[in-house]
């Protein structure tokens, strides 16, 4: 069955420092990968996917990842915190079959930024 | 395009009794999900549908949870005799039709979720 581990629970950064949050998977074949952010209250929104090809993506509000195979590893990455970043972040692989697609997440990493 | 809306936001309940959650999802959007949300950690899924047909279902879905797509447009999650273990966010999320670019994968868009509170 897959997972997904997120190593790290809180990380706390400066506003305009740089942001790296760890994800790794266990799935058995080539997997879909996703990164999502939750603010309090609020849904669930995607910053970026991974399905093939170039193994740097680049989302939206500034955010990367790269997919490395070898590592088993999509790491999220921000050069530049800013504090409206702080919220808590999801790393998700998709299980999709043609009748059946569901996402399995990590624990979730919460980020405070302090001012 | 309004995203996908839950109702209600927030549910207090006493053990014992039933609820019902509903979501409407984008609009078109042909695949429906729900997942469980308890305090720390990440999502875990509960079902599926895609149009009206139910097609998986999790293991944390007892007996005591059912969840309908009569139309295959809104869906409603019921929960009877609610535990205190019912306690945590339901969260429903769409996906647009199958697209052959994306290689069968699907993006799914969830919404604010309803937070249930079982006293």
């Known amino acids: 069955a897959q997972s997904v581990t997120q190593p790290d629970i809180h990380i706390t950064v400066s506003e305009g420092a740089s942001l790296e949050l760890r994800c790794n998977y266990s799935?058995?074949?080539?997997?879909?990968l996703f990164w999502y952010v939750q603010s309090p209250g609020q849904g669930l929104q995607l910053l970026l996917k991974?399905?093939?090809?170039?193994?740097l993506v680049q989302g939206i509000k500034g955010f990367e990842a790269e997919f490395k195979r070898s590592q088993s590893s999509f790491n999220l990455r921000k050069p530049s915190v800013h504090w409206s970043d702080a919220a808590e972040y999801f790393c998700?692989?998709?299980?999709?079959?043609?009748?059946?697609?569901?996402?399995?997440f990590g624990g979730g990493t919460r980020v405070l930024v302090k001012p | 395009d309004t995203g996908v809306s839950q109702d209600p936001r927030h549910k207090i309940t006493k053990r014992g009794q039933n609820v019902t959650f509903r979501c409407d999802p984008i609009?078109?959007?042909?695949?429906l999900y729900w997942y469980r949300q308890t305090l720390g950690q990440g999502p875990e899924f509960l079902t599926y549908?895609?149009?009206?047909?139910?097609?998986?279902k999790s293991r944390l879905l007892s007996d005591r949870f059912s969840a309908e797509r009569p139309k295959g447009s809104f869906s409603t999650l019921e929960i009877q005799r609610t535990e205190q273990g019912d306690s945590a966010m339901y969260l429903c999320?769409?996906?647009?039709?199958?697209?052959?670019?994306?290689?069968?994968?699907?993006?799914?868009?969830f919404g604010a979720g309803t937070r249930l509170s079982v006293l």
């Open positions: 799935y058995g074949a080539t997997p879909y």
């Open positions: 609009s078109e959007h042909n695949r």
């Open positions: 999320a769409s996906s647009p039709v199958f697209l052959r670019t994306s290689g069968g994968a699907d993006i799914q868009y």
């Open positions: 998700a692989v998709g299980i999709f079959k043609a009748a059946g697609n569901k996402l399995t």
């Open positions: 549908f895609q149009n009206e047909a139910q097609l998986e």
């Open positions: 991974y399905f093939s090809g170039d193994t």
